[in-house]
């Protein structure tokens, strides 16, 4: 009996100084940004020079795009989501990065790389899974202010093309005035394409983009998908097979297939992560290029965490414990 009992301390005292360790590498940003680094500086190959740099004229900035692009994700990672505090606690580790820039340049910079990390993005979701034949489809609301001062809201109003709108969230049922996050992931969880929109614009209108990156394949939707003359398009034009379940009232009901059911909530689960580990929907931005940058910084951080999970043997859907 003593003995049971010594061994259960012993594990426990093992979980102890595991969490320990965890809490330890959460909190230490530099720990994690050396990682991230090391993890950008594999896989974006020839987009960079060996500096780290976007080949461009001008004078060659010590602080690296790359290391702007793997700042933006610890920071994501971290549940850091105000440049602020972000850079109140950079302080902290002065000797470890000394070529580190002000929060004003970052600012401006982390905006001009955002499609350097899309592309980085990218190159790690095809390695995770780039063979994939099944895809799931679905959109997210992401509002920029509350609905009663829509009206007083300054972003967009130089560029109307990229303005938030008005839209209609359906599964909540409220309207809300911002832009909506249209996403295309495989089925292990991984995002492969996505895309901002106002939210004024119908969830079928992806699809016009989809058909154009891919072929061959079959494409997951709910019932907001749902368009006969949308899916002969996309069969005909790219032999895209477009999977919805039918409505109730529809002449020619048939059930849904189960595994078409399961495999959609993928998606689901996925714009639940990044709304609860990642706070999609709760940004500071004050313009759409702003907003556009972190979200990509948000989607490319849940990425390369996955990419750790994948490297490391561990379930790709299982973020939370990618730096354990």
């Not at 997951?220 to 039918?246: H, K, W």
């Not at 048939?254 to 990044?274: D, G, M």
């Amino acid at each position: 009996m003593y003995e049971r009992l010594r061994i259960s301390l012993i594990f426990s005292k093992l979980e102890v100084i595991k969490l320990l360790i965890y809490i330890h590498r959460m909190h230490n940003l530099y720990a994690i940004f050396a990682k991230f680094l090391n993890i950008c500086k594999q896989v974006a190959g020839n987009l960079v020079n060996e500096s780290g740099n976007v080949p461009r004229r001008g004078v060659v900035p010590k602080f690296s795009d790359l290391e702007i692009v793997a700042l933006n994700m610890t920071s994501e990672v971290t549940g850091i989501d105000s440049e602020s505090l972000l850079f109140a606690k950079l302080q902290e580790y002065r000797n470890e990065i000394p070529n580190l820039i002000s929060r004003r340049q970052y600012n401006d910079r982390h905006k001009i790389t955002s499609s350097l990390c899309n592309r980085i993005r990218e190159r790690m979701a095809a390695e995770i899974d780039g063979g994939e034949d099944y895809f799931c489809i679905d959109s997210k609301p992401i509002e920029v202010c509350r609905f009663a001062r829509f009206k007083r809201c300054s972003m967009g109003r130089k560029d109307f093309e990229k303005a938030p709108s008005v839209g209609y969230c359906a599964s909540q049922g409220v309207f809300y005035y911002g832009y909506k996050l249209h996403a295309l992931c495989g089925l292990s969880g991984v995002i492969h394409s996505f895309d901002l929109t106002k939210a004024s614009v119908h969830d079928i209108h992806y699809l016009k983009d989809v058909k154009v990156d891919y072929s061959n394949c079959t494409v997951i939707g709910d019932r907001g998908y749902i368009s006969a003359q949308v899916q002969l398009d996309l069969f005909e034009t790219a032999n895209i097979r477009l999977e919805v379940p039918y409505r109730c009232n529809q002449k020619e009901w048939k059930p849904t297939f189960p595994a078409f059911a399961k495999a959609r909530k993928r998606i689901e689960t996925l714009f639940s992560q990044l709304c609860d580990q990642f706070m999609i929907i709760r940004n500071y931005a004050k313009d759409t290029g702003g907003l556009f940058a972190r979200i990509i910084g948000k989607i490319s951080a849940i990425t390369i965490l996955q990419y750790i999970n994948y490297k490391n043997g561990k379930p790709i859907g299982r973020v939370k414990y990618a730096l354990i």
